[in-house]
């Protein structure tokens, strides 16, 4: 059984928000993502297969799956429009952990600096869970940065999907890093990233390393730091869901084809639901508060819904 944890937080709009990057890999074709939709290969050591980075079907719909050996998949520059006082790149998205193992495997999603090579983000050992910030400056790595509190080590639940996110802000040295268990600020000692910004999925294994997957990535430029925050919803969406609170049935209205509805409770554990007919079914949810998400053929949303 799958499971999604939620690092639910009190509702905040940033008004400045500026979605510069999103990817939910449903238009996209199964097979290779390399020469789909602008990814590249962008730094694979030996000329990887392009086939160790392929969209995949899963029970919550297409995915990113990313295996090999230093494979690395980039899209195009995320920064050349960003507002003034969009100072921070934000960027959320799901994971699934996988099976434990004693894999040593590495993969996540991290920030680039083209021109400085300058790489920051966040990333998992898939055998042990074990996740943890991880940076290079100038081609120096320094180093798998505990993100717990103090200088504890995060371990992730196995067999789950979970949502992650960090932000960093340009021209200082500093980026949060936030999900289950962790929500934490780490400074480095010299600016770790500037302008020219793109968005890599990354992974270190051997090859016959299992998939690092990915799913509903979302990077915005904001005025400040938002990760996490339900209720924030993308401008180009239009989406009506009510009654809220509900009794029986939620009533969902979108612009967008709706591909996937999930429900979690307030302990990140994701409840099966569907939506006919545009209601979703909670006859049998009991009182309380739920976080209701919704994966749409525009981007991703989410929404804090309580149950009488």
Known sequence: MKLLYFFAVIFSVNLNSQIIYQENFDTLNTGPIVGQGSYVNYL???????FNYEIINSLNGKALSLKGFEAEISKEKLTPNRNPGNDFIQIEYDYYTGSPSDNTSKGG??????????????????????????????????????IGAGN????????????????CKIGTNACTFKGPGFYKTISWGSNPLYQDLY?????TSAASNPAHIFDNVVVRAVANESLLKTDETFQNLQIEIYPNPVEDYIYVKAKERILNVYIYDTS??????????????????????????????????SKKVIKK
Do not use: C, H
């Open 199 to 203: 968005i890599v999925y990354w992974v």
């Open 152 to 167: 504890n080590e995060v371990f992730l639940p196995a067999d789950s999907w979970v949502r992650l996110g960090f932000a």
């Open 44 to 50: 694979s050591a030996g000329g990887e297969d392009d």
């Open 109 to 146: 999603v991290m920030l680039i600096d083209d021109y400085y090579d300058s790489r920051i983000g966040l990333q998992m050992e898939i055998g042990s869970k074990r996740i943890f910030a991880a940076a290079r400056y100038w081609g120096v790595p320094t180093g798998e940065n505990p």
């Open 268 to 301: 990140g554990v994701r409840k099966s639901s569907d939506i006919i007919g545009g209601k979703i079914n909670m006859k049998d949810f009991p009182a309380g508060s739920y976080i209701l998400g919704l994966k749409t053929s525009g981007g991703f949303y």
